[in-house]
C-alpha cells in the first residue's frame, strides 16, 4: 500500500508496484518506459494520434467551439495506470499522487502549461463522495505537482486553489454514456465559487484531473471558470482514456 507518506519520501527504494523489481520507486524506469512512451497527442483532447496532426477528426469537425484550449495527459488509461489509479482513487492511497505528478511533469507540454505561471485548480467532488472517499484525488495531485515544480522552477510559481469550483449537487453515472449524454448529465453541475470569484478574472486557469474520458467533465468545468471571466482555460490529466474503451 501506497500511503501519503510516500508523497514526502519519494528517495526511499521500495518494489515496483507492476513488475515487482527492488529497489525501485513505486513504478520503475523500465514500466515507465514499457507503459508510458512519449505519444503525439490532440492538443485539445489528449487522444493519441496516429501521425503529426495537430487535432484529432472529432475535435476538428466538432461544432461547438472547446471551453478547454488545451489539454495535455501523461498516459493511456490501460494498463498498469487504470489498477493503479483505482488503487489512488478508491483504496486510500493518495500517495499515489507524487509518482503521478513526476510522470506528469514528464510529459510533452506540461512545463510549457506551468510555465504560464496559471492558476491551477481542481476538479471538485461532490460533498458526498468527498466524504465517502475522505479526500479529493486531483486536488492531492495539484499539490503533488506544486511541491515538485516550486523544487524544480523556484523561479516561476504558479498558484493553487482548492475550492475555485464547486460542484452542485449529484451526477448520474457516465461510465457507459458518451459525449453528448454526460455533457447533458453536466449541466449546471459546475460554478465558480462565490468566495473565490474575484481571483478569476483575466487569468489562465489550469484544470486537473486524474482521468478524462470524453472530456465532457472538462469542458463543463470549463464554461464556469469561463463565465466568471477567466481568460482561458486548459487542462492537466494524467489519464486518458483512449477512443475505443
Known sequence: ML?????????????CQVCAAWPSQPVCEA????????RARCLACAAVLPDEQLVCGACHTRPDAPAVQRCVAAVDYAYPWDGL???????????????????????????????????????????????????NQAWELVKALHALWRRRTPTLPFETLATALVRLGETPDQHSLGREARLRNLRGA???????????????????????????????????????????????VFARTPPNR
Open 85 to 135: 489509479i483505482a488503487r489512488f482513487k478508491f483504496r486510500s492511497e493518495p500517495g499515489w499522487a507524487q509518482p503521478f505528478a513526476q510522470q506528469l511533469l514528464s510529459a510533452p507540454h506540461t512545463t510549457e502549461l506551468l510555465q504560464t505561471q496559471p492558476l491551477v485548480v481542481p476538479i471538485p467532488l461532490t460533498a458526498t463522495r468527498l466524504g465517502e472517499r475522505g479526500y
Open 31 to 38: 514500466c515507465i518506459q514499457r507503459f508510458a512512451p512519449a
Open 3 to 15: 500511503d501519503a507518506r510516500s508523497a514526502f519520501a519519494p528517495s526511499l527504494p521500495g518494489t
Open 190 to 236: 459546475f460554478a465558480a465559487h462565490p468566495s473565490h470569484a474575484h481571483r478569476l478574472p483575466g487569468r489562465h486557469v489550469l484544470l486537473v484531473d486524474d482521468v478524462t474520458t470524453t472530456g465532457a467533465t472538462l469542458h463543463t468545468a470549463a464554461q464556469a471558470l469561463l463565465q466568471a471571466g477567466a481568460d482561458r482555460v486548459s487542462a492537466l
